[in-house]
Structure formats: C-alpha cells, structure tokens
C-alpha cells in the first residue's frame, strides 16, 4: 500500500473519532463529588458488617428509629409509638407519605420481614429475637412487637447506628435468606441508588428521591428531618490519596471521607478546605489477644501487658494530631453512656518495665509471640508500635506481614501460632460499634466468643443481666462490674480512641457531625 | 495462510484449560478468606460460615473447579462474590477505559517513537542519537507513578490545563474524554515510547545498510520517503511484535497508573479481586486476559504476511 493512501486512511480515522460521541450537554445538577471510607463492593448492609456498606445503606434505606445528637433513639420512619404497662408490648405506627423509590408505599408487613432479616444477622438483633414471642403487622401501619419478657434495650437495638443497622426493605426483598446478598437497591430513604451508574469498586451514584417524605424536626445524627438539598451524589473511590487530596484542593471533588492523616499538611493552609473531625467519638483501636495457646493463656501474662501499654503512643501514630485523640481507657468507649472507669489503673500507667517484673514472676519473660500484620490496612501503623511496645516489655516479637484478607482467615485459627495461628492482633470499631455489651462482639465470652476464645462465665451472666435491666442507674453498676471482669481477664486491651478527619470544600455547609457522613442536610454554595 | 490461523486459535484451547487450572489452584492455595472480609469484621465465626457455605467456599477443591469450569465453558464466568454481578458485565464494564487508554497510550507512543527511532537511526552515532539514546533510558528508568505525579502537578495542578484525575466515558463528550485521558497516557506511553523508540533505531540501522537502500538514494528520492517509505516497512517486522506485546500488556491492565489517575480499569478490577479473594472474579478475567493474550500474538503473526510477503505459514 502507498504511504500517502495510509497517511490519508490515517487522517480519515482520526476524523471519525473526533465526530463520534458528541453528546448532548447534560443538565446542570448539583452534585457533590467524594471519596468514600473505602471501596464499595458490597451492597447489602444485612450480609456484611462492612461500615462501607452501612454507610452506602443510610442514603437510600431508613430505620424505624435513630440515634440523634445526644446519642438517644428518636422515632424516624415511626409516628407514634407505646409500650404496655407490663413491659411485654410495643406498637409502632409508621409516618404517613412514607414510600419506597419504585412506588409502593412502606407498609407494616415491609418492617416485619426486614426485623426478621436483621434480626437473625445481628448481635443485637439476635438478642432481641430470642425474647421475642411474637412480632407481627396489626395492619398496614402497625407493628406488634410482643417480648416473653420485659427487657431494656428494644428502643436502642431499633435505633442503632452501627452495623449491622436495622434498615427497612421492601418485604419481597427483605424476604431473601439474610445469607444471600439482596440484590435490588429499593429504600424508602432520601436518595436513590442509581444501578446504571455503578462501577463496583470505583463509583456509585445516588440522586435525591424527589418522593421522600422528610420528619419536621431539623437533622441530628441519624435522626430528625432528612432534608436533601443536593440533586446528585456521586460516590468516587480514589485509591491513591495524594492524588484525591489534590483533586480536592483544585475543586474536581468536593468531600474526601478519610484523608490520609499523613497528607493533611497538604490542604491544612488552603483558605478553600475545611479540615474537621466529623465524628465527635471516633474509633476505638484495640489489640487482641489469643486466650488458647502461650503465653496468653496466662491470665497474670495478660495483666502484666496492661501495664505496659501506652496508649498514646499508638493514637499518635493512627490520628497525629493531639486534637484528634483520647486517652480512654473504657471497654464500652468513652463519651458514651456506658462509659466506665472501673479497673482502668493498669492501663494508664505507661510503665513496661513494671511489665517486665511481672512476666519475670510469671516465667514469661522472652516468650515469643507472633503478632500479625495486616500491611494494607490504616491499623498497620498501630502494628508497628505494637511490635516495638510489646518487646520493650519483654517478649520476643515475631512480626506476621500478611495483607487483611489473610488476617481475618489466619485469626479464626485456633492452632498454636507456630502451625499456623497466632498470639496477637489489632483492629478496631467505631464507639458506637463497642458502646454496649449487646452491640460489641469484640468483647463476647465463651460459646459466643470473639477471636481471642476468652471465656470467663461472669461475663456471660452480667450481659444476660444487662440486657434485661431497664434501670438507668442499676444498668451503670452492671456496666462497672462487667469493665472490672473484662479487664481482669483482659478480654481485649483498649488502646485509645481517636477520631478521623474529613476534608470539605468550602462550598458544602450543615455536614451532621455523625460516625458516616450523612447526605442530608448539606448544602452546596454556588450549584454545581 | 487461513489454515495456520485455525491451527493457532485450536491450540488456545489447552493453553487455556491449563491456565484455568494454575489460577484455580494457586488461588485456593493462597490463604486467605473472602466470606470473612465480606461478613465484616464483626462478624462471629458462625455467620462468617454461613457465608461460607452460600457461596459453597466449603465444597472440596475439586468439586468447585468442576462447577467454575463447566459453566465457563457455557460462556459464564460466574459472578461476583461480592458484588453480586457477573463476572462477565464486571469485565465489559472496565473495557472501555482500558482500551480507551491502550488505544491512545499506543497512538501517541507510536506517533513519537517511531520517527524518534527513525531519526536516531539516520543519524546515527551523532549527539541526536545519543539523545534518543538518553531519552530511553530515562524513560525505562522512571516509574509509571513519579511521571504520573510529575504531570499531574505540572499540567494539572500547576498550570490548570487538565483533570488531574478520573475517567469520562465517550458518551460524555469527545474533549472530556480525551481530556481525562491525556496525562494517563502520556505517563504510560513514555516508557513505551522509550522501548518502541529502541527497537525502531535498531532494526532501521539494519535495514539502512542494506543495497536496495543504496539504490533508493542513488535514484535521488528525498529522505523522508527514503526513511519511511522504503526503510520503515522492511524494519516493521519487530517494531510491530513490540508493539503488539505491548498492546496486550496494555490491555491486560495497567493497575498503577489506574490507580494514580483514578481510572476503573480493568487492572484495578483485577487488583482488588486479589486483594479481597473475590474468586469469580479472578478466575474469569484472568482466563479473559489470556484467550486475549493468545489473540493478539496471533494477529501479530498475521501482520507479517501483510508487512513482508516473503513470510509464509
């Protein structure tokens, strides 16, 4: 073939292009563009504990209550709502107007199925299925909640904040085994999940449900009025954070969810970005200790790493900045109601050679521990002063670099850590994911026991007390006693708390302080 | 000629069957434990299970290739055991941001490098040979990332000219698309470039030295039509297997300058497939690439008899 016959032939395609896919210019939308906590794979909020997905749920599913400002249930898709003289029997009547995104309207049936579904997924909702007798529609706006006997916590398990959240789904969804992933995304909340926009793992698109029928109280936290004020969210996972940070700080997007705290100094000084922790409780970091296999197995060894655990060490290194950290040494999180500081002394001591003297005692000076390490994980920081806190007391530290996905298979392992499994790990929870004993399966005992197999009975017989007192002031006293027993047996080792930070352009205002970035209530200044 | 192409496409076939059952294994061998990060990290052990057996991770080894292989070989590829969809549509849905930025990585390095390499060639031994010289090894040296964060901050964040980040489908527009695309590309191309650039000057400098190139120049012709109407075509036969190799590459998915640029191609699909052991998933599109990989190595092939018709199957 002749040179200039390819040259035009070139010419000719590079023209074709060009006229190809010209599109109609879209509509001007107000859109707020962010960055997520993570990479949104899953989408069912039953099936996965994911905070991700719990977060992605809030936008387009409502709950029956919420927790406000204060941290107290509020009706939210519920009227009005009463509880009979013996305890036994609540009824809740839902608000009128109330309509899922294909139509229909939310009926009593709807919630039914949906509380069954959650119920048999979650901790908590497991608890408050086994004193249930009967929960069932009394017509299409009434539920009937029937207890075989009178307990505490109905209203907070309603109301949760933390997965798994009791989301109200259509009844032909929610009827779906709650070990399959739903696989439809109709709510009755304030957006709308827009499935043809979905890229999993990369963006998700939520427009505003232009039918949803707002309370009259203004918003706080999950609860009050959902005002959407925006037609449009897009939801972009940006791997690199160097990158998204400049992205923000040039306006391509408008919120980043979980900044690296690291990388903050590079929008710190920009008149155009607001940096704040939205979250006025944070996270709970803490390490876990493998009760089965030595030296663990010891109580007194567990004891003695208490003493030297310096928390501040640790939340330095996960929040940087003192501003964003506290010292806190409570199982059920500081800040909240089921705060305490029984027991505490060991912890706040700082001291590792006191540590040392103790494992001399026990014999355990040296003891080797493997401690695994999840090097793709924000915690991984954490690891590393693990590593160097827990040799400072003494013990012989084997460092187990493996990626997240390894750590959650190697953990359930109850083989001794040379074949195979473990002696430590850390992670952590949000505070209103640890703030109770019926919400906090990290610190469950024996049958029920969470990846350390601690097992001391008291613990069990003080949560079973504590889930059927209603009494504020007797509940506190069986708070303090469980903390004492947690910590004497050193069913986990808090290591602080400490609140991560959200970047904003200027142009977004009335962000809800609140564990997941709410999407109701912002506005956005100057449209798209 | 037709009969070599049959030949070649039957023997996929086993290539494919054996690397379905390498990927198979190595994963299942590898630890890790995608029911656990799907139930979350507050799970019990008892609902992480439950997931377990749903999604049938607890049936033995053997059962499960048997079921994975005989529903691809009914063109499924399962689907998502996290996103629920399947595996194929996930695949689709990546393709056009990588092909967008294959296409158009290969377009500019192709465009630059090779009269970069031709030049080198023609004046070889000279400070513009060095140059190029130079230029390739700089080009090699550099990691996709550092000249991806270099472009980003010069054009994008200094001098406001692009996007530092993202992808717009053509649908939204040609310019938008394009404009997402440029800095991606550009960071990639280069060490294409640097490659294509090499390969080009050494088989010219071969091709430049022998008699029919004489003759061409004692006919008088002028040098561009010297260079790339009689030299290039008989020194394509390399430049083009570089460039083909590097198309498929390309197309396999370039997870770095993905992940720089915010791209939802088809290596960050793969990335976190991995990552997070979402099996369907890795399984169908590695089987993908590779049925991909054979392809183009046979349409390489090809490409000779239309470049040298001396080359015969």
New interface residues.
């Given amino acids: 073939m002749?040179?200039s016959r390819l040259l035009s032939l070139a010419a000719m395609a590079a023209l074709f292009?060009?006229g190809?896919?010209?599109?109609a210019l879209?509509q001007k939308k107000t859109v707020i563009r962010s960055v997520p906590i993570g990479?949104l794979?899953?989408?069912d909020p039953i099936?996965?504990?994911?905070?991700i997905?719990r977060n992605h749920a809030y936008m387009i599913w409502d709950t029956l209550f919420a927790l406000d400002a204060d941290n107290k249930p509020q009706p939210q898709m519920v009227d009005k709502w009463s509880v009979s003289e013996d305890k036994l029997t609540y009824t809740f009547t839902l608000r009128e107007g109330l309509k899922w995104h294909d139509g229909p309207p939310v009926t009593a049936a709807d919630c039914v199925a949906s509380l069954r579904r959650w119920g048999a997924?979650d901790?908590m909702g497991q608890a408050l299925m086994s004193y249930t007798a009967s929960l069932d529609p009394v017509d299409a706006k009434t539920i009937r909640l029937v207890l075989k006997q009178p307990i505490g916590f109905v209203i907070d398990a309603l109301a949760k904040i933390?997965?798994n959240v009791p989301f109200m789904m259509p009844e032909r969804i929610a009827k779906t085994?709650p070990?399959?992933?739903i696989?439809e995304m109709i709510g009755s909340g304030p957006f709308r999940f827009i499935a043809s926009e979905w890229?999993?793992?990369?963006?998700v698109v939520y427009e505003k449900f232009t039918d949803y029928v707002p309370r009259k109280e203004p918003a706080s936290q999950a609860a009050g009025g959902k005002v959407v004020y925006v037609d449009r969210v897009e939801s972009?996972?940006?791997?690199?954070h160097?990158?998204?940070m400049?992205?923000l700080?040039?306006g391509?997007l408008d919120l980043h969810e979980s900044p690296a705290t690291d990388l903050l100094a590079m929008v710190e000084s920009n008149p155009d970005v607001v940096t704040v922790p939205n979250d006025k409780l944070g996270w709970q970091l803490f390490m876990s200790l493998n009760h089965l296999h030595p030296p663990f197995d010891n109580k007194a060894v567990r004891q003695a790493v208490l003493w030297g655990i310096k928390q501040q060490d640790f939340l330095v290194a996960m929040a940087g900045d003192a501003k964003r950290y506290q010292v806190c040494a409570a199982i059920f999180a500081c800040g909240l109601p089921n705060e305490s500081k029984a027991g505490i002394e060991p912890l706040l001591s700082g001291n590792p050679e006191k540590t040392k003297s103790l494992l001399q005692a026990a014999g355990a000076l040296g003891a080797r521990v493997a401690l695994m390490d999840q090097t793709?994980n924000t915690v991984h920081r954490a690891v590393l002063i693990a590593a160097q806190a827990l040799r400072q007391m003494g013990f012989t530290v084997d460092v187990v670099a493996?990626?997240?996905?390894?750590l959650?298979?190697?953990r359930?392992s109850k083989a001794p850590p040379a074949q195979g499994g473990w002696n430590v790990f850390l992670?952590n929870?949000t505070a209103t994911?640890v703030e109770n004993p019926l919400v906090n399966?990290?610190v469950?005992n024996c049958a029920?026991a969470?990846?350390h197999w601690a097992c001391d009975q008291r613990i069990v017989d003080l949560n079973r007390q504590w889930a059927l007192e209603a009494d504020p002031a007797k509940r506190k006293q069986i708070t303090d006693e469980l903390q004492r027993v947690h910590l004497e047996n050193v069913t986990l080792v808090p290591l602080g708390m400490y609140r991560p930070t959200i970047i904003y352009r200027k142009e977004l205002v009335d962000i809800i302080p609140a564990p997941a970035i709410f999407y109701w209530n912002i506005k956005k200044r100057g449209g798209a | 000629m037709w009969a070599y192409a049959v030949r070649r496409i039957l023997a996929t076939i086993p290539v494919l069957a054996i690397v379905a059952l390498v990927v198979f294994s190595i994963l299942h061998i590898a630890?890790?434990?995608?029911a656990?990060?799907?139930?979350?990290?507050?799970?019990?052990?008892e609902?992480?299970q439950?997931?377990r057996?749903?999604l049938r991770l607890d049936l033995p080894f053997h059962e499960q290739f048997i079921l994975w292989l005989t529903s691809a070989l009914q063109g499924d590829l399962g689907i998502?055991i996290?996103?629920?969809?399947p595996v194929m549509a996930?695949f689709v849905?990546?393709l056009e941001p990588t092909i967008a930025l294959a296409v158009l990585t290969t377009i500019i390095a192709v465009t630059l490098a090779v009269p970069i390499g031709v030049l080198a060639a023609w004046r070889a031994g000279t400070a513009v040979d060095r140059g190029v010289m130079s230029f390739a090894v700089l080009g090699f040296s550099f990691p996709v990332f550092v000249i991806g964060?270099v472009l980003?901050y010069i054009f994008?964040?200094k001098l406001?000219l692009l996007?530092?980040?993202?992808y717009r489908p053509?649908?939204?527009?040609?310019w938008p698309?394009l404009r997402h695309l440029v800095l991606p590309s550009f960071a990639l191309g280069l060490s294409f470039m640097a490659l294509i650039a090499r390969i080009t000057r050494a088989s010219m400098l071969e091709v430049l030295s022998q008699d029919h190139i004489r003759t061409v120049r004692a006919k008088g012709l002028p040098a561009w039509?010297l260079l790339?109407?009689h030299a290039l075509p008989n020194a394509a036969v390399p430049i083009v297997t570089i460039i083909g190799v590097g198309v498929a590459l390309l197309l396999g998915g370039v997870v770095v300058t993905e992940?720089?640029?915010?791209i939802?191609g088809v290596g960050?699909?793969v990335v976190?497939a991995i990552?997070?052991?979402?099996y369907p998933v890795i399984q169908g599109v590695l089987l993908i690439f590779s049925a991909t990989y054979v392809m183009v190595n046979l349409i390489i092939d090809l490409l000779y008899v239309v470049i040298d018709p001396r080359i015969r199957y």
């Fill in positions: 002749k040179c292009v060009i190809c896919g010209e599109a879209a990479n794979r899953t989408l099936w996965t504990t994911a905070y997905t997924k901790g933390d997965s085994d070990n399959t992933a696989t890229v999993p793992g990369s963006k972009i996972y940006i791997p690199d160097g990158v998204a400049a992205a700080a040039s391509e793709d493996m990626d997240w996905s390894t959650i298979q190697r359930a992670t929870a994911g399966n990290f469950k029920e969470w990846y | 630890p890790g434990d995608p656990g990060v799907i139930a979350g990290d507050q799970a019990t052990e609902q992480v439950a997931i057996s749903k998502s996290f996103s629920n969809r996930l849905q990546r964060y980003i994008a964040i406001k996007p530092i980040q993202g053509l649908a939204d527009g040609f698309f039509r790339f109407c992940s720089v640029f915010a939802p960050r699909l976190d990552l997070h052991r979402d």
